[in-house]
Every structure is written in C-alpha cells, then in structure tokens.
C-alpha cells in the first residue's frame, strides 16, 4: 500500500506539470488578445473565433477522449496525445497569420483533449476515496500556475521585450522534455501497472447506460451552464483594458492574480469537500459566491485602483474553482467502467458551449460597444444555474455507483 501511495503521488506530480504547461499555452490565445487584435488588425469576434479554435475541437473531441480511458489505457493516450500537442505548439509560435494561428489553435485542441479525463482516470485508480478529490485538486491547482504564467508572463515578456514567442518557447521545452518523463514513469493502474487495460465496451451502449443514470444528469446540466457563465475568464485582459481603463500590463497583472487564485481555490476546494464529506454543499456555496463577485465586478466603475479590481477577480478565482468538484461528482455517480466516457461527456458539452458563447461575446461587444449587456447575460445564466443544481442534483459523496458487465463489442 505504501509503494502504491508513491508511486501515486509520482505520477500525480508528473502529470501535473503536463496540466500546468497545457494551460500556458491554452491561456496563450486569450492572454495576447490585445496584442493580437493590433498585430493581426482583427476585429473581437474574429478574436473570439480564433480562441474558439483551440476549445471547439477541444470540447468535440471529449466524447473519445473518456472511450480512450478504456479502450488505449489513461498511458497512452496521454503520452501520444501530448506529443500532437508539441506539433500544435510548434506551429503556433512560428506562425503570423490568422490561418496559421488558428490551425495550431485546432491542433493544440486536439492534442490537449484527451489529457484531463485520463489524468483523473489515473487519479481515480492510484488514490483512494478520502484523497480522491484532494488529488484531482492539486492537478487541476497546476492549470492555475499554467495560467498565472501566461496572463503575467505574456504581457511583461511583451511590455520589457516586446516579444512574447521566446517565453512561449521556453514552455513548449518544458513540456517537450516532461513527454520523455511522462513516458516512462506514468503507469496505468496499480493492479497491472505494465499493461493499460483494454476493455472492450459497446460504445453506443454504454453512452445509452450513462444517460438512463437520472444521477448525471443534474451535474451535466449544472457544468454545461457554469459554460456560459465563466466566458469573461477568456476576456479578461481586453474587458479591463477597455471597460475598466487599465493598462496591458495592468490588466495582466489582475488576471494572472485570478490564476493563482485558482491555484489556490482548487486546493481548498477539493480539500472542504473531502473534510465535509460533501459535495452539493460546496458547489452551491462558492458558486453563488462567484455571482455575487461578478456583479461586482460588472458595477465596479472604471479608473478604480488597481489593487480593487485584483481583489474581486482574486475572489472569483478561489469561486471559479467549484469546477473541480463535478468531476468528483460524476467519478461517484457513475460506475468505474463507465465514469471516463460520463466525465468525457460532461466536459465535452459544457466545453463545446462556452467555445461558441466566446465569440457570441465578442461580436456582443462589437455590435453594442460595451460588455455590459454579455456581462449581464452570463450572470443571470449563472443565477439560473445555482437553481437548478440546488433544486435537482443530491449529495454524492461516499455513493458508490454498482459496476456494470461491459457489454459485448459490436
């Protein structure tokens, strides 16, 4: 059992700084929207179009990255998946072009896809119930470093360099040399940690049997609307920089504060939940909690100190971290077997939908002048989300969903 709790938290470290790298350069995109609007000399839909690139696919590509789990093993498609997300990598900082920039975009998608669902697939097989969350909570802690690294790092690599392509690169090195550590350390179970399982599952079937579980459905619902309501967190910099009258760097800083705000709130969040031996409680608790933040934030009149508006968005951040806990949620309303497809499906909607609502935003802004009407829109969508997850979904925590038979491959 100790061997196993090592080599757990090895792989756990591992794959968090493949997280941490991904979400630099996830984060790219959206950090260097003014840079890239001027240099491009694009419009804010055609920005938004641009990030899109990255998370449409992304989100498309959720429903095979959780059938991956089960038929490749979490191992493999980590490490291959990753390897297309270098190419995307590559390609994104040698291109000047809008084509260019959005293909690497849609690699980058594509690459990175597969890697969340796996990483708590890996999770969910090295650690036991009582750590679950609290590991799933430091992996997804990385991304907030990732982040913090792009919304800081971006801007002041620009502000004292001018040149943002160096750092990038520097990070795409870092996740070069952690696919060599991924490939040899990351082991697919502790049970037969040599050879990644290979289950042969009726796909169609078990899409059918997650569906008939009344149990998924309210946090599918609750995270594909959280969607839509976390969409300014890809338009912070140009909202602050444009409704709030903050600096480049200014605006970067605030942001990249909201990151590690996530760090923290990932931790802490994960953390709560285990030591409360709940999970409703929580996500209705720091969810409402982000809302109040937000309109504030909204309301917040420009030319404010600096330190006010890193404050609230510092807030929402820890808030914003509720994310985490519906892949808890799922992982214990779903049986074993079929969690990674459920959590693949859960993912894949909601990401899907706040991609198409990121480019709505922009030509929102473009078409009325102000980001008052978009910002009020993703509020009262997340009022509308608190409802129902506090009216439909149940406690879940210490739910053990009975296994299944997979059913024969057709």
Same mark, same amino acid.
């Given at each position: 059992m100790e061997k196993q709790r090592q080599i757990g938290l090895i792989i756990l470290a591992t794959i968090s700084i493949t997280y941490l790298v991904e979400n630099f350069l996830r984060s790219a995109a959206s950090a260097l929207t003014p840079v890239l609007i001027n240099e491009l000399n694009i419009t804010r839909g055609a920005m938004g179009f641009l990030i899109t690139g990255y998370f449409l696919i992304y989100g498309v590509m959720q429903f095979p990255a959780g059938v991956l789990a089960n038929i490749l093993g979490p191992r493999r498609s980590i490490v291959w998946f990753t390897a297309l997300t270098c190419?995307?990598?590559? @390609?994104?900082?040698?291109?000047?072009?809008? =084509?260019?920039? +959005?293909?690497?975009?849609?690699?980058?998608?594509?690459?990175?896809?597969? &890697?969340?669902?796996? *990483?708590?697939?890996?999770?969910? %097989?090295?650690?036991?119930?009582?750590?679950?969350?609290? *590991?799933?909570?430091?992996?997804? *802690?990385?991304?907030?470093?990732? !982040? +913090?690294?792009?919304?800081?790092?971006?801007?002041? !690599?620009?502000?004292?360099?001018?040149?943002?392509?160096?750092?990038?690169?520097?990070? @795409?090195?870092?996740?070069?040399?952690?696919?060599?550590? /991924?490939?040899?350390?990351?082991?697919?179970?502790?049970?037969?940690? =040599?050879?990644?399982? %290979?289950? %042969?599952?009726?796909? *169609?079937?078990? &899409?059918? =049997?997650? @569906?008939? /579980?009344?149990?998924?459905?309210?946090?599918?619902?609750? +995270?594909?609307?959280?969607?839509?309501?976390?969409?300014l967190y890809s338009w912070i910099n140009q909202f602050l920089i444009e409704d709030k009258g903050l600096t480049y760097i200014e605006a970067g800083t605030v942001s990249s504060l909201g990151t590690v705000a996530g760090f923290i709130g990932c931790l802490l969040i994960g953390v709560i939940s285990d030591r409360l031996k709940r999970r409703k409680l929580p996500v209705i608790l720091f969810l409402g909690g982000n809302l109040l933040l937000l309109g504030g934030l909204i309301y917040l009149p420009a030319g404010l100190p600096v330190a006010v508006y890193a404050a609230v968005w510092f807030a929402m951040g820890i808030c914003g971290s509720i994310w985490i806990l519906f892949f808890s949620i799922v992982s214990e309303v779903l049986p074993p077997e079929r969690a990674g497809i459920g959590l693949g499906l859960m993912n894949g909607m909601s990401t899907i939908l706040s991609s198409l609502a990121t480019p709505v935003y922009g030509s929102l802004v473009d078409v009325t002048g102000s980001y008052f009407i978009p910002n009020i829109i993703s509020l009262g969508l997340g009022i509308l989300t608190v409802l129902v997850l506090a009216v439909m979904m149940k406690e879940t925590y210490g739910v053990t969903a009975p296994r299944t038979t997979p059913s024969p491959e057709s």
């Open positions: 190419i995307g990598s590559v @390609l994104f900082w040698m291109s000047y072009r809008y =084509e260019l920039l +959005f293909a690497a975009q849609f690699i980058m998608g594509v690459g990175t896809s597969v &890697f969340y669902i796996n *990483a708590v697939t890996l999770i969910s %097989r090295w650690f036991p119930i009582n750590r679950r969350a609290t *590991a799933i909570g430091v992996l997804s *802690a990385s991304s907030g470093v990732g !982040a +913090f690294a792009s919304y800081m790092g971006l801007p002041l !690599a620009v502000t004292l360099w001018g040149d943002w392509r160096t750092l990038y690169l520097v990070m @795409l090195g870092v996740l070069v040399v952690n696919w060599g550590m /991924n490939f040899f350390i990351i082991k697919d179970g502790p049970q037969n940690p =040599e050879s990644p399982p %290979r289950t %042969r599952l009726n796909i *169609a079937g078990s &899409f059918k =049997e997650i @569906l008939r /579980n009344r149990g998924f459905y309210p946090p599918l619902l609750g +995270f594909m609307m959280m969607g839509f309501t976390f969409v």
